[in-house]
């Protein structure tokens, strides 16, 4: 006796506005090798690095996509490098109504260069108007102290202070050699130290 079994899966894509899907919509300009950099007052705030950015719109809002990832580095006042944002994938919406969303997602990296500390998730949201990141995803943050994991996060936009939601139970602890020669190469001038 032979048995056949037809299964049957369908996805839909998720609706943007007009009747289009998001996969049907296509680009109303394309920027190669994209490099912007904000000032504030002749001060370099933020600059932001990426090979590919498309550029969609619709009735209600418009979008820009960075397929082949993107880099974010941000700055403190004395204009030191302070966070830099790495993922695979990242969006930035834009409604009519004034209001913007940013997400990045792909192994998302978030580094604070100067408290050396080291987020990384899958998705991350950046709410420009309350200047906050979070995320509800699985992270790990590994810092000079230790290294802890859970789900959810929330930090201002530049991760100075990084909290988990929900922690696991378990800390792990890093034992630090005193002896050890960290060199910031983002901030560092002069001659690099012979080992």
Known sequence: MTVSLLVVLSCKDKKVGSGETESQLRPIQAVDSMFVVQTENGRVVSRMEATLMERYETDSLSFDMFKNGFAVYSYDDTGNLETVITAETARHYKFNDGKEKWEAFGNVVIKNVIKNETMETDTIYWNRAEE??????????????????????????????????????????????????????????GPIPKK
Request: charged share 20%; glycine share 8%; proline share 3%.
């Open 132 to 189: 906050k990141i979070y995320t509800d995803c699985y992270v790990k943050m590994y810092s000079p102290d230790g290294f802890m994991q859970g789900y959810g996060m929330q930090s201002d936009e530049h991760a100075r202070n990084s909290i988990l939601l929900k922690p696991f139970d378990g800390f792990g602890y890093v034992v630090q050699d005193s002896t050890k020669v960290v060199l910031d190469s983002a901030n560092f001038m």
